[in-house]
């Protein structure tokens, strides 16, 4: 039996909602389709996603007042849903930017005494 990942399972290790906060900041950076939205955050190190995984996680941001979407025709192709920031959204952007800030700073704490432990260890090994 295959159990269906969330688009929020593809970074284990990341912290909790680090897919949406990358949502918010590439729809910051500009409004985009969910394809292009899909590229993109593969260049913040979220590769993987599925475009319906992706497609469930916006318009649940959508619904919470995150982004907003419309319609965009094109001459060239069919329409498609593009997804923008609200200033709801921005205050999340910010938020969640400060709380990263903070997992950063005590991962780095973390891994600076694991490394000095390390060394120990690997100096009583020799």
């Given at each position: 039996?295959?159990?269906?990942?969330?688009?929020?399972?593809?970074?284990?290790?990341?912290?909790?909602?680090?897919?949406?906060?990358?949502?918010?900041?590439?729809?910051?950076?500009?409004?985009?389709?969910?394809?292009?939205?899909?590229?993109?955050?593969?260049?913040l190190g979220v590769a993987g996603a599925d475009a319906g995984g992706l497609y469930r996680t916006l318009r649940s941001?959508?619904?919470?007042?995150?982004?907003?979407?419309?319609?965009?025709?094109?001459?060239?192709?069919?329409?498609?849903?593009?997804?923008?920031?609200?200033?709801?959204?921005?205050?999340?952007?910010?938020?969640?930017?400060?709380?990263?800030?903070?997992?950063?700073?005590?991962?780095?704490?973390?891994?600076?005494?694991?490394?000095?432990?390390?060394?120990?260890?690997?100096?009583?090994?020799?």
């Amino acid at each position: 039996m295959t159990t269906r990942r969330s688009i929020e399972d593809l970074s284990p290790g990341l912290p909790r909602n680090f897919v949406r906060s990358c949502l918010l900041l590439l729809t910051a950076e500009q409004p985009s389709h969910g394809y292009d939205l899909l590229d993109r955050l593969a260049s913040l190190g979220v590769a993987g996603a599925d475009a319906g995984g992706l497609y469930r996680t916006l318009r649940s941001m959508e619904q919470e007042g995150l982004v907003h979407s419309h319609w965009e025709t094109s001459t060239a192709g069919p329409a498609r849903r593009t997804y923008q920031l609200t200033d709801e959204g921005r205050d999340w952007l910010h938020a969640w930017a400060g709380a990263h800030r903070e997992s950063m700073r005590i991962m780095e704490l973390f891994l600076q005494r694991y490394g000095e432990l390390a060394d120990e260890l690997e100096a009583a090994d020799r």
